[in-house]
């Protein structure tokens, strides 16, 4: 680089490009362990972004990172989602299931036609929507506050990297040295432009596309009046993220007013289409193409009839990128910039990649500040664990629209989902615990192979998910009907050693899965007691306070379900 004057040039540990979610949570753990860091950003704060759901993995890792690291308004603010409304940013909703409501072109919704998981109130509490523009403004400020540098309106335009550091040249003519550089730019990708990292086409099956902004007077649909009535859940649609899904896409509704303390009137929507199927239209505005698909679906008609954008919507092309390698001598890229952190929205399962990718990576970073050595080997960890992040949702989402087809697939395949959720959560609990009374990092999630997200390493997990997406394959080749491939899923549940059946996961007409009831923690129990494998039982025996009817942290739905 050439014509920088030697006064410009700023020596730092760590440059981070990009203050978003992740660029702010990395910048606050390293600058509260005392390392020199630099965060450069083209744009400034408040912004919008997406990422805006958060799973129960997402808090778990949490935990993990303020116990791990010590951050106080981590530990104290933002390892729940009690502790977020309360101490954060009151502008944001919460999330008390996962819903999904299966819609048919110009037909009213079949109540009957619908499924939800439910997120049982345990210990920290319900999950949560972010608004992302408070969220990522106070880690950033968290990171300042600590002593890690800014630069916003700032674009990196070259960046050169050799044996002695990263030099980082932008727009404006500045240059700022680090010792190593972490792209957190998202799926803009800085460093994987610069160093010609990205994959095109993109190394993954799913191809989709989306369309998006934020709204106000977005109806509650529990409070609709449809012709064939409305689907009676354990939890109301509106108290959580509410999937509207069809043959070749899904909408989703993210609410941020939809608790008691909110000073928010916003909601999140979006329209996510099969990109084969359903390309990007030419010849319409993204608000022509919503209202066209509005008038195909009268009950999200119902929904949004007088629901205004309070900001242009954005439609997007092909949402998927993926990037050669992730890792080098003195160079990371994040989860997003990599590709791994947003394969679709449709799982919610960006923010808790991003989380766990940061979670190894400040570990690795702290000590390779402290021992001068940011060679590649360090930091290799990190490729695996998002290339298998980036595997299995590929795997998961584009069967997941392939099952979008019809009600019975879809109705057999969430199962396979909600098991991998619900038993990941059981492993990083239990390692939370273990780490909590211990400190010993070697039961940390990236201590062992990458967990990506899913407990995968289980050998049973792992055998279902891949021969129960083997015959959604096989129905998509044509040589099995939807139904034949739901019956087929639903025998293998059946069939499932390692799932407590208090979840009913073989039964077609359980469509709901709720552990949050006295009922179900008993059943539970029992069967932990009596025929669970021992590794399920090992995980969950230690937990068990966390869900202890008689504790004061425990919150009870007493109410029986409504069907």
């Known amino acids: 680089m050439t014509g920088m004057s030697s006064d410009s040039k700023q020596q ?18 390293l600058a509260y362990k005392g390392v020199k860091v630099l965060m450069v950003d083209n744009s400034i704060h408040p912004r919008f972004a997406l990422g805006e759901s958060t799973v129960r993995h997402t808090f778990r890792l949490m935990k993990i990172i303020g116990e791990r690291f ?25 999330k008390r299931n996962f819903g999904f409501i299966y819609h048919r072109e110009g037909q009213h919704q079949n109540p009957t036609e619908a499924t939800q998981l439910v997120i049982p109130p345990f210990r920290e509490g319900y ?34 990297i050799d044996g002695s550091g990263v030099r980082l040249g932008t727009a404006a003519g500045e240059e700022f040295r680090a010792r190593y550089v972490v792209d957190a730019s998202g799926s803009f990708g800085v460093l994987s432009r610069a160093l010609n990292l990205r994959d095109n086409p993109p190394r993954l099956k799913l191809n989709t596309r989306c369309l998006f902004t934020h709204m106000i ?19 109301r649609w509106y108290n959580g993220t509410c999937h509207h899904i069809f043959d070749g896409g899904w909408l989703w509704v993210i609410p941020f007013n939809n608790r008691k303390g909110s000073t928010n009137q916003l909601v999140s929507v979006g329209l996510s289409y099969d990109n084969i199927r359903f390309p990007r239209p030419k010849d319409m505005t993204p608000e022509q193409e919503w209202a066209s698909f509005l008038s195909k679906y009268p009950s999200i008609n119902e929904q949004f009839k007088d629901a205004k954008p309070v900001r242009d919507w954005i439609s997007s092309d092909r949402l998927q990128t993926s990037s050669k390698q992730s890792v080098g001598d003195r160079w990371c890229l994040t989860a997003a910039a990599h590709g791994s952190g947003f394969i679709d929205a449709l799982f919610s399962r960006g923010l808790a990649s991003s ?36 595997r299995i949702n590929d795997r998961l989402t584009s069967t997941s629209y392939a099952c979008f087809r ?29 780490y909590k009374k211990s400190h010993d990092e070697s039961v940390l999630p990236d201590a062992e192979e990458p967990m990506g997200l899913f407990f995968s390493q289980h050998a049973g997990y792992g055998e279902l998910f891949e021969s129960c997406a083997q015959q959604v394959d096989a129905m998509i080749a044509g040589s099995a009907s939807t139904q034949q491939t739901a019956d087929e899923i639903f025998r293998r549940m059946r069939e499932c050693k390692f799932a407590p059946p208090s979840l009913k996961l073989g039964d077609p007409n359980a469509k709901f899965i709720n552990q949050g009831t006295i009922p179900a923690i008993f059943q539970t129990l029992k069967w932990l007691m009596t025929s669970a ?31």
């Open 355 to 390: 989380t766990e990718v940061l979670n190894a990576l400040a570990s690795r970073l702290l000590k390779a500040v402290k021992d001068d050595d940011f060679s590649r080997e360090k930091f290799e960890y990190l490729e695996r664990v998002e290339e298998a992040n980036m």
């Open 406 to 434: 019809s009600f019975e697939t879809w109705n057999a395949w969430y199962r396979i989902w909600a098991l991998g959720v619900g038993l990941g959560d059981l492993r990083l609990t239990s390692a939370y615990r273990k």
């Open 217 to 235: 007077d977005v109806k509650e649909y529990d409070d609709l009046v449809l012709p064939n009535g409305v689907p009676r859940y354990p939890e």
């Open 127 to 160: 999950e949560a929507h972010l608004f992302r523009q408070d969220i990522d403004s106070f880690l950033t400020y968290t990171a300042v506050r600590y002593g890690a540098t800014v630069k916003y309106r700032t674009s990196v335009n070259n960046v050169e």
């Open 12 to 29: 730092y540990d760590v440059a981070i490009i990009g203050a978003g979610y992740e660029g702010g949570l990395l910048g606050a753990i």
């Open 70 to 94: 010590g951050v106080p308004e981590i530990k104290d603010k933002f390892s729940s989602a009690s502790g977020l409304h309360t101490s954060v940013a009151a502008s944001c909703g919460e």
């Open 533 to 563: 494998p021992p590794e399920i039982k090992e995980m969950s025996m230690g937990i068990m306070a966390d869900i202890n009817p008689m504790s004061p942290h425990s919150r009870w739905r007493t109410k029986p379900a409504l069907t």
